[in-house]
T-cell receptor, first 115, second 108 residues
């Protein structure tokens, strides 16, 4: 198993550009989520999905869109990048939303800089 | 009051020593707790879950004090490879809250 993979590893954007951060998992996990991590801050939940076709907002969803057309993939879209979106983005997955029973696995992260 | 508070450190500890750090949480409805480890510029990884009765995994011991609303992590016989940031993570109503982490440096 490759686990949770994210692409790209690094990205530089100009303000107003759009892009999609890719996340894929090959563990047949139903629950997937996106976090951002800023210096001196804990990880903050952006969006999550409990299964294909189902997504919901997390703590900081503004400026981001997600979709879940397959169990494996959970892309994160920035429609019009802003400097405030400069951050490290982590995708995570677990078998279910019950994190008491199921371990959450994180991808290696995407480091995004918006100029 | 923040939902999760941790001393950011860094804790600079000589190799072989014992180190402990706490995390306080504000919401008494938090049901479960975890410690995650995050190496520099890497993703977080689950270190251990924290059970009401406390639990031990090798050199690591986690304790939960619900009355005072804190959890602790004790590392015995610390190794250079223990250098990392340790994230305290309460879970409440399927919502997982990450603390900012405590940085630990093990000195040779």
């Amino acid at each position: 198993n490759a686990g949770v993979t994210q692409t790209p590893k690094f990205q530089v954007l100009k303000t107003g550009q759009s892009m999609t951060l890719q996340c894929a998992q090959d563990m047949n996990h139903e629950y997937m989520s996106w976090y951002r991590q800023d210096p001196g801050m804990g990880l903050r939940l952006i969006h999550y999905s409990v299964g294909a076709g189902i997504t919901d907002q997390g703590e900081v969803p503004n400026g981001y869109n997600v979709s879940r057309s397959t169990t494996e993939d959970f892309p994160l879209r920035l429609l019009s990048a802003a400097p405030s979106q400069t951050s490290v983005y982590f995708c995570a997955s677990s078998y279910s939303r019950d994190l008491i029973l199921d371990t959450q696995y994180f991808g290696p992260g995407t480091r995004l800089t918006v100029l | 009051r923040k939902e999760v508070e941790q001393d950011p450190g860094p804790f600079n500890v000589p190799e072989g020593a014992t180190v402990a750090f706490n995390c306080t949480y504000s919401n008494s409805a938090s049901q479960s707790f975890f410690w995650y480890r995050q190496d520099c510029r890497k993703e977080p990884k689950l270190l251990m879950s924290v059970y009401s009765s406390g639990n031990e995994d090798g050199r690591f011991t986690a304790q939960l004090n619900r009355a005072s609303q804190y959890i602790s992590l004790l590392i015995r016989d610390s190794k250079l490879s223990d250098s990392a940031t340790y994230l305290c993570v309460p879970l409440r109503d399927d919502k997982i809250i990450f603390g900012k982490g405590t940085r630990l440096h093990i000195l040779p």
